[in-house]
């Protein structure tokens, strides 16, 4: 009998709401029918409506909660790192959002070894150039927006184009990432693996009510689209369709409406010659 894949999303920003971007993950796969463990640092002040929260949505959580102060111990970060020492080898790793104050970016790389050395793969979708880091261990996917992808290529203050956007994409991929999913906001997305490059423009929603969980909501359906074998043309339009009507919902997309928007989505294989 074949091992079950599992899937750990993991959050390491304890704020006071119950919003992470770890959580939103396993959220949106649990809507697309696939199973996720949630974990990571929260705040002792909501872990317990976190914990509620997750499961009145059936999904299996597991935090370490810090217990004084905003600041989070090392002694928690090394909690984690040992617990996530139950993956095994083709599980998935997912680490996204931001780090709490007491967490230094090159946790990162701490948390990646972990999974590198179980042979899990690894997603992950953070701000810090600590990523470029990484890439030697070759992440099964990497999501930046264009303002990270502008900063991890030293091009804060430049106005970039698309082609250059999607080369530099192609740069983490060569640097050894699997896959690049780039998100490009009110203008769609790109994928780009060594294959190929796929692209496709977002399609019209009436208005955008709130963008927060958008790049999740993308992520995830990209992620499941993957695990479920779909073709990368029509995982990328699933996936630009369910972030496009979490932008004009009040929070995560319910995926009633996303069929509507996928018609619009037309995603295309691009040569980066033509990717203006």
């Known amino acids: 009998m074949e091992d079950i894949v599992l899937i750990y999303t993991v959050t390491l920003d304890p704020s006071e709401s119950v919003v992470g971007k770890g959580i939103n993950i396993s959220l949106v796969l649990k809507k697309l029918g696939i199973e996720s463990i949630a974990t990571g640092i929260v705040n002792h002040k909501n872990v317990e409506q976190v914990a509620e929260e997750l499961d009145k949505a059936e999904i299996e959580n597991q935090f370490i909660e810090q217990k004084r102060g905003i600041k989070i111990t090392a002694k928690n970060q090394q909690k984690l790192l040992d617990y996530l020492k139950v993956l095994k080898a083709g599980d998935i790793l997912v680490i996204a959002g931001g780090f709490a104050k007491g967490i230094d970016p090159v946790y990162l790389t701490d948390l990646a070894k972990v999974a590198d050395k179980k042979a899990a793969g690894l997603v992950v979708d953070v701000p810090y150039e600590n990523v470029l880091d990484i890439l030697p261990m070759n992440p099964l996917l990497i999501k930046p927006n264009e303002t990270e992808l502008k900063h991890w290529f030293e091009k804060d203050n430049q106005k970039v184009t698309t082609k250059e956007l999607i080369n530099m994409a192609h740069d983490l991929v060569v640097k050894g990432a699997q896959h690049v999913l780039l998100s490009l906001g009110a ?57 496009s009507d979490t932008a004009q919902s009040d929070w995560l997309t319910d995926f009633r409406t996303t069929p509507a928007l996928q018609k619009q989505v037309i995603a295309r294989r691009i040569t980066f010659e033509e990717a203006e």
Not at 193 to 213: K, R
């Open 187 to 243: 203008n769609g997305a790109a994928i780009v693996n060594m294959m190929d490059a796929l692209m496709a423009h977002a399609p019209e929603i009436e208005e955008v009510v709130d963008s927060t969980g958008s790049g999740d909501a993308l992520l995830g359906t990209f992620l499941a689209g993957m695990l479920k074998g779909y073709m990368p043309v029509k995982n990328l339009s699933d996936a630009i369709a369910a972030g």
